[in-house]
């Protein structure tokens, strides 16, 4: 038992390295990657993880085809691709990690790279399932999603600690929130419509949150630059006097 709990322990200091979590679920999702990395085959890597979560996307995609063109029982397959994008996106770089074997530039461009198409094939798929003028709530997800992913790199780039959370909503949020809507679409057909322009609504007043907080960093790191330059300039006064 306490070798389990000391492994635990050792797993959850080495997933955290380099990522700061603000979602509600933090707390058990670091727990369930802390267990789940422990468990991974040595013969996967972090980029077979990377496509099996890519390939969860495609899921999701996929069954907003089928659910228009076949029957919409077929959305329900979009939880399964949840999941498998969740279990491949969470532990890719988490496993590296956990491993010893980081590659923090190749991972962090790699991730942003295949989040940003997961999100496009997603809205795309949602784009063929709905109907006239809603196919424009599938478009707005994808431009305000990629607006909070393009705020998380700011946030990185200013503050030097990388965050994939917007407040208290991270990916797995938003994965249970998408989840839930396509689940309620599946016994009240049309539903779908008016909850995703509802979470449209709630990201851009989450953008427009962070983005505010992202200003007030900048314009602190900003004026940090400029006493740092001051003093410096100072500094090289006196030596010259």
């Known amino acids: 038992m306490n070798k389990s709990k000391t492994n635990m322990a050792k797993s959850l200091r080495l997933i955290a390295t380099d990522r700061q979590r603000t979602n509600i679920l933090r707390a058990w999702e670091q727990k369930s990657i802390a267990y789940l990395v422990q468990k991974i085959p040595s013969w996967i890597s972090s980029d077979g993880l990377t496509a099996i979560g890519s390939f969860g996307n495609l899921m999701v995609a996929a069954s907003f085809v089928m659910g228009a063109y076949m029957s919409r029982y077929w959305l329900l397959l979009s939880l399964l691709g949840f999941f498998i994008n969740w279990f491949g996106d969470s532990l890719d770089g988490r496993l590296a990690y956990y ?16 989040d940003w198409i997961g999100t496009i094939l997603i809205g795309l798929g ?27 790199q700011l946030r990185y780039k200013i503050g030097g600690q990388y965050s994939i959370d917007s407040g208290i909503f991270g990916p797995t949020e938003v994965r249970l929130l998408l989840a839930t809507f396509i689940t309620v679409e599946v016994f009240l057909p049309g539903s779908i419509q008016y909850l995703a322009t509802a979470a449209c609504l709630f990201i851009l007043i989450s953008n427009f949150a962070e983005t505010r907080k992202l200003l007030i960093m900048a314009d602190a790191r900003d004026r940090e630059d400029r006493l740092a330059k001051e003093k410096e300039k100072q500094t090289t006064h006196k030596e010259n006097a």
């Not at 491993?99 to 295949?114: A, E, I, N, Q």
């Open 99 to 114: 491993r010893g074997t980081p590659r923090k530039w190749y991972g962090f461009s790699l991730d942003v790279t295949v």
């Open 126 to 152: 949602f784009s063929i399932y709905a109907p006239g003028a809603w196919k424009y709530a599938g478009f707005m997800f994808v431009v305000l999603y990629g607006w909070e992913m393009i705020t998380a």
